[in-house]
């Protein structure tokens, strides 16, 4: 006990500082703002969006809409928005190559919302080959093996296509070795050097991400595989800070840990430990598990997503990437 303190009950109250709105948020340590947000969108080679059964409320967004939605992004403020393609299954590959295609679906949307946008919104990009390989997988594979450094250099000119097109933040999330590095370089090499590299450092092999395969369509492609080799295994924290620290080491100006409120331990030791700007993303299982209760009646959607997202905040993120982001945007903005 403090020697300033008068002594327990009754002289201390700790439900004075509750009884009032205005003095619950005078004495607020943490708090959730619009420029937190990060949006996730799923993006269509087509003109008409398609719902996801596994996302509800959550489209694959078509060519018309996926301006609409980033217009949309913009006048709530949001800082920034993350691109996933779902890619035409007659276009997936064993070596991945329409990652690598410059007029694939990602980098024409890029370059058309830039056209449109400019500098209003930053443009994320996930480099990794699972939305464009026939297995699945975010590497290249040989008997049943992800290969490492070989999937480097395809991730590199992945990386280099989006940051031609105009992406501003590369963001890799393969969890190969090395990556961030030689990803560092090579936009570099290209004059991409005010290109930001988001890295997915600290990146779970987790059962979360269920319905991100199914809206990017990778989930019949991977079938009964897993991401294991590459991808942490949840029992680990000391591992993360390691990843975390090559990947800072290799240049990487922003690290991530996914998925979120399962993981709030090593994100509050990340950036407790690192001091860098550290998000954190509320994957696909997250916003199914909140919405579906929601939509049973068993949970307030606006409480309890404006409390994960807070939660967040208070372990220490910058920032989350979170499909309720527009939806979180509007209310903090009512
Ligand atoms: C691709 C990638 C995944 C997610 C983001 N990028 C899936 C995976 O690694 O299998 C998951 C996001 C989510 O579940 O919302 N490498």
């Known amino acids: 006990m403090p020697d300033f303190a008068r ?52 489209s ?17 403020e949001i800082p920034a928005i993350a691109i996933f393609p779902v890619t035409d299954p007659s276009l997936k590959t064993e ?16 370059r058309n919302i830039k ?15 699972d939305p464009y390989s026939s297995h699945g997988q975010d590497g290249l594979v040989r008997d049943g093996v992800i290969l490492n450094d070989e999937t480097i250099s395809v991730l590199c000119q992945q990386a280099i296509i ?28 290209q004059g991409h050097e005010e290109v930001q590299i988001m890295s997915y450092a600290a990146k779970y092999a987790s059962g979360f991400y269920g319905p991100f395969r199914d809206a990017v369509g990778s989930a019949g492609n991977l ?19 390691h990843e975390v620290a090559l990947d800072l080491l ?30 954190v993303y509320q994957v696909s299982g997250e916003y199914a598990m909140l919405s579906a209760a929601a939509e049973n009646g068993w949970l307030d959607r606006r409480a309890t997503v404006l409390e994960s997202l807070l939660a967040f905040k208070r372990a220490g993120a910058d920032g989350v ?3 309720f982001a527009a939806e979180a945007a509007a209310w903090l903005k009512e």
């Open 250 to 279: 290799e240049g990487a100006d922003s690290v991530m840990v996914k998925p979120g409120m399962p993981y709030l331990d090593v994100l509050q030791r990340v950036k407790e430990t690192f001091r860098v700007p550290t998000f």
């Open 162 to 189: 989006q940051a031609d097109s105009g992406c501003d933040i590369i963001a890799p999330s393969d969890m190969m070795d090395g990556r961030i590095g030689e990803i560092r370089d090579a936009l570099d090499e």
């Open 223 to 241: 079938g009964k595989g897993d991401k294991k080799t590459y991808q942490q295994c949840p029992s680990q924290t000391d591992e993360a800070l």
């Open 95 to 110: 070596d991945a190559q329409e990652a690598t295609n410059p007029d694939n679906l990602v980098c024409r949307t890029v």
């Open 115 to 129: 056209q449109h946008f400019g500098d209003q919104i930053g443009v994320i990009c996930d480099v990794a080959l």
């Open 321 to 323: 990437l979170t499909y």
């Open 7 to 58: 002594g327990p009950f009754p002289s201390t109250r700790m439900r004075r500082h509750r009884a009032h709105a205005w003095s619950r948020r005078m004495v607020e340590e943490t708090s959730l703002a619009v420029s937190d947000l990060i949006w996730p969108l799923f993006v269509l080679d087509q003109q008409d969006s398609e719902s996801v059964p596994s996302l509800p409320g959550v």
């Open 60 to 76: 694959r967004l078509g060519t018309k809409d996926i301006l609409k939605a980033v217009e949309y992004a913009c006048e709530l």
